[in-house]
C-alpha cells in the first residue's frame, strides 16, 4: 500500500478485556515503532523493531503490553487485562531510516 | 523537566501571517530535528527533516536548528486556513530508522480566513 496502515481505527473495550491492535507498515521499510498519545499530548515511545527483531522495548509502561512482528512486516501490540489509563491513540510507524511515516492510528476507550 | 518542551499554545493567526513555532531541548545527544503536522484523528504526518544545525527550506516551510541553543524553529509563510492542525517537534540521537523519537507537546495552530 501507499502509506502506514492500522486496524482497527476504533476500538472500544471494557476493563479487563484484552486487546490486539495491527499495523501494516510500508512495503520493504525495515524498522516499526509503536507510540502511544495521550489526549492534548505528544506522542511516546513503546517499543521497535527491525525486521523482527524486538530492538528496544522500554517504553512498554507494563507487562500487560506485548508486541510482535514475527515475520517483519506487520505488526501487533497487544494489551491484556486492559485497564482506563490506557484510554489512548496508538501509532504505529515505519521508517526508510530517515524519517519515520506514522499511520492514522488506532483509539483505544476503555470503560 | 521534559527533555522536549514546546508551547501548546493554542496559537491564532490571520490567513496571509508569518507563524513561527518553535520547541526547546535539554538532552544534547539530539541530532536529527523534524516537524510533523496532525490534523484532528489523523496520524503526523513528516513535514520537516533537518540534521545538525542549520536552515531547511521547503516551500512556505523553514525549519531552523541551532544546536548551541538546543532551540529550534519552524516558520510559516502565508499561512493558510488548511495550516490548521497541531504542529509536533521530534528529536532523536541517530537517524529516524534506528531510534525512538521523542516529541514535543504539540502546537495547536489555527489560520482564520
Known amino acids: 500500500g501507499a502509506g502506514v496502515s492500522q486496524s482497527p481505527r476504533y476500538k472500544v473495550a471494557k476493563r479487563g478485556q484484552d486487546v490486539a491492535l495491527r499495523c501494516d507498515p510500508i512495503?520493504?521499510?525495515?524498522?516499526l515503532f509503536w507510540y502511544q498519545q495521550a489526549l492534548g499530548q505528544g506522542p511516546e515511545f513503546l517499543t521497535y523493531?527491525?525486521?523482527?527483531?524486538?530492538?528496544?522495548k522500554s517504553g512498554l509502561p507494563s507487562d500487560r503490553f506485548f508486541a510482535e512482528r514475527p515475520e517483519g512486516s506487520v505488526s501487533t501490540l497487544k494489551i491484556q487485562r486492559t485497564q482506563q489509563e490506557d484510554s489512548a491513540v496508538y501509532l504505529c510507524?515505519?521508517?526508510?531510516?530517515?524519517?519515520?511515516?506514522f499511520g492514522p492510528g488506532t483509539r483505544l476507550t476503555v470503560l | 523537566q521534559k527533555e522536549v518542551e514546546q508551547d501548546p499554545g493554542p496559537l491564532s493567526v490571520p490567513e496571509g501571517a508569518i507563524v513561527s513555532l518553535n520547541c526547546t531541548y535539554s538532552?544534547?545527544?539530539?541530532?536529527?530535528f523534524m516537524w510533523y503536522r496532525q490534523y484532528s484523528r489523523k496520524g503526523p504526518e513528516l513535514l520537516m527533516y533537518?540534521?545538525?544545525?542549520g536552515n531547511k527550506e521547503d516551500g512556505r516551510f523553514t525549519a531552523q536548528v541551532d544546536k548551541s541553543s538546543k532551540y529550534i524553529s519552524l516558520f510559516i509563510r502565508d499561512s493558510q486556513p488548511s495550516d490548521s492542525a497541531t504542529y509536533l517537534c521530534?528529536?532523536?540521537?541517530?537517524?529516524?530508522?534506528?531510534?525512538?523519537?521523542?516529541f514535543g507537546k504539540g502546537t495547536k495552530l489555527t489560520v482564520n480566513p
Open positions: 510507524a515505519s521508517s526508510d531510516d530517515v524519517g519515520q511515516f
Open positions: 512495503s520493504g521499510h525495515v524498522s
Open positions: 523493531f527491525q525486521n523482527e527483531a524486538q530492538l528496544d
Open positions: 538532552n544534547s545527544a539530539f541530532q536529527y
Open positions: 533537518t540534521y545538525s544545525s
Open positions: 521530534a528529536m532523536s540521537a541517530a537517524s529516524g530508522g534506528s531510534e525512538k523519537l521523542v
